[in-house]
C-alpha cells in the first residue's frame, strides 16, 4: 500500500495532471450480527486499519475513468449509463463496476465525472468488505469534487444501492455502514432497519485480549448463488409468518411452529437468536465484560454452521483448532462459504493459537491461513 503522497504522484504521472485530493475507506469485521442486515436486524461491526484509497481529481465531461494498481485493465464509462449488470461487462472490467456503479447512482443527487487512481491493501475474497470500502472511498471522493452533502447514513445506503442495482449483488447494508460510520476505539451498533446507531467501546488489548483475524485462504464471493438463496428464504419466511421482515418475529417457538419446511425453520431460528446475540454483546461491552464475548462468538459460529448452513470446512477448523488451544471464541464472519474468522484470546496465548490454526490445516494440507490483530479503527474520511 502506498502513502496518499505516493498515490498522488503516480496519478499526476499517470492522468497528467495533479488529483483534487486523496480518500480512504476501511474494510470491517463484524463482531457480531451476521446475515441480520438484510432481515432489518442488528449488526455490531468496525472498521479495520486496512482499506482503499482513491486519488481523483473532478470532470466535467461527464466521464468517469478508473485505474486500480491492483488491475490491469483501466476503465472509462459515462456516469450516465444504466446498470452495469445490464451492460455485461468481461471479466476484467468486473473491478471497476463498484466505484462505476456509485458513479451511477451518485449522478440522481448531483455529482458527475471523475477520474480514479484506486490502491487497496485489503485482501480480496477475505471476506473484509474490499467491495464496499471502494465504493465508499468512492463516494466521498465524489461527493467531495463535486461539492455534494450527503449525510453519512443515506451516503451508505446510496453505496449499498450501487452494489445491488448497479453490481447485481443483493448484499445488505452492514458493509457501507461500517464503512462509512465506524470510529476508532469502536464498533458500530447499527439498526438496519431505522438506520439508527450507536458507537460501542471496543478495546480488547485493554482487558489483556487480542481479537484475530483469520483468513482462512478460501476465497470468498457474495456473487454466488447462496447468499442471495439465503435472502430469499428469509424472506419467504417473514411472507409466511405474516410480518414485515425476521426482525419482526418475536415469539421464535410460535414462528417455528408455523413454519412446516425445516430448512425455514433453520433460517429463521439462526436470524432471530443472532439479533438477541448482538442485544447481548453490546450490554457485554459496555459492562467492560469483553471476555465474556467468547460465548457470545461460539454460539454465533454454531448456529451459522448449523441453522443457517453458511460456514465452510477450513472456518470451522479454525475455530476448533483455537478453542482447543484456549481461545475465548471465534467465529466465522461476513456472507459464508469463504473469507475469514475471527478469535478472540487472551494476548498471552494469541502465539499458541495461531500455530494450532496453521498446524490444522497443515494437517489437512491446506495453504496457510493469515492473521491480523484488529483494532477498532477510523471510519472513511478525506486524506489530503
Ligand atoms: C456480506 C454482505 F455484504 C452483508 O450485507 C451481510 O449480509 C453479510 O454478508 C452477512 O452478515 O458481507
Not at 70 to 75: E, L, S
Not at 137 to 154: K, M, N, Q, S, Y
Not at 237 to 245: E, F, I
Request: net charge negative; hydrophobic share 45%; proline share 5%.
Amino acid at each position: 500500500m502506498t502513502g496518499p503522497h505516493v498515490l498522488a504522484e503516480e496519478f499526476t504521472a499517470v492522468f497528467g495532471r495533479a488529483p483534487d485530493g486523496v480518500w480512504r475507506a476501511p474494510g470491517r469485521v463484524n463482531l457480531i450480527g451476521e446475515h441480520t442486515d438484510y432481515n432489518d436486524g442488528l449488526v455490531l461491526p468496525f472498521a479495520l486499519p486496512l482499506g482503499v484509497s482513491v486519488a481523483a481529481a473532478r470532470r466535467d465531461d461527464g466521464v468517469i475513468e478508473v485505474r486500480s494498481r491492483q488491475a490491469a485493465t483501466p476503465v472509462t464509462a459515462p456516469v450516465d449509463g444504466g446498470p452495469v449488470v445490464v451492460e455485461g461487462w468481461p471479466a476484467d472490467r468486473a473491478w471497476a463496476a463498484y466505484p462505476v456503479g456509485v458513479a451511477r447512482v451518485l449522478r440522481e443527487h448531483g455529482t458527475g465525472g471523475a477520474s480514479l487512481l484506486i490502491d487497496s491493501d485489503l485482501p480480496q475474497g477475505a471476506g473484509l468488505s474490499s467491495s464496499a470500502a471502494l465504493e465508499c472511498a468512492t463516494a466521498l471522493a465524489l461527493c467531495d469534487l463535486h461539492g455534494v452533502e450527503i449525510d453519512r447514513p443515506a451516503l451508505a445506503r446510496l453505496a449499498q444501492r450501487a452494489e445491488n442495482e448497479q453490481v447485481g449483488v443483493p448484499c445488505g447494508l452492514m458493509d457501507q455502514a461500517a464503512s462509512l460510520l465506524c470510529t476508532e476505539g469502536r464498533a458500530l451498533m447499527l439498526d438496519c432497519r431505522t438506520g439508527l446507531s450507536s458507537q460501542v467501546p471496543f478495546a480488547p488489548a485493554e482487558s489483556g485480549l487480542t481479537l484475530l483475524v483469520v483468513d482462512t485462504r478460501a476465497a470468498h464471493a457474495l456473487a454466488g448463488g447462496e447468499y442471495a438463496r439465503r435472502r430469499a428464504e428469509c424472506e419467504r419466511a417473514a411472507s409466511l409468518l405474516g410480518v414485515d421482515a425476521l426482525r419482526d418475529v418475536t415469539d421464535l417457538a410460535g414462528a417455528l411452529q408455523k413454519l412446516p419446511d425445516p430448512v425455514l425453520r433453520r433460517r429463521v431460528q439462526h436470524v432471530v437468536t443472532e439479533n438477541h446475540r448482538v442485544e447481548a454483546t453490546v450490554g457485554l461491552l459496555r459492562a467492560g465484560a469483553v471476555a465474556e464475548l467468547g460465548a457470545m462468538l461460539n454460539a454465533s459460529h454454531l448456529s451459522l454452521r448449523d441453522q443457517y448452513e453458511v460456514s465452510w470446512p477450513e472456518a470451522d477448523r479454525a475455530v476448533n483448532a483455537a478453542l482447543r488451544a484456549g481461545a475465548r471464541g471465534g467465529r466465522m464472519i461476513g456472507g459464508g462459504f469463504g473469507g475469514s474468522v475471527i478469535v478472540l484470546t487472551a494476548a498471552d496465548r494469541a502465539d499458541r493459537v495461531r500455530d494450532a490454526i496453521t498446524t490444522a490445516y497443515e494437517d489437512q494440507g491446506w495453504p496457510h491461513p493469515s492473521f491480523l490483530e484488529a483494532t477498532p479503527s477510523q471510519g472513511a474520511h478525506r486524506l489530503t
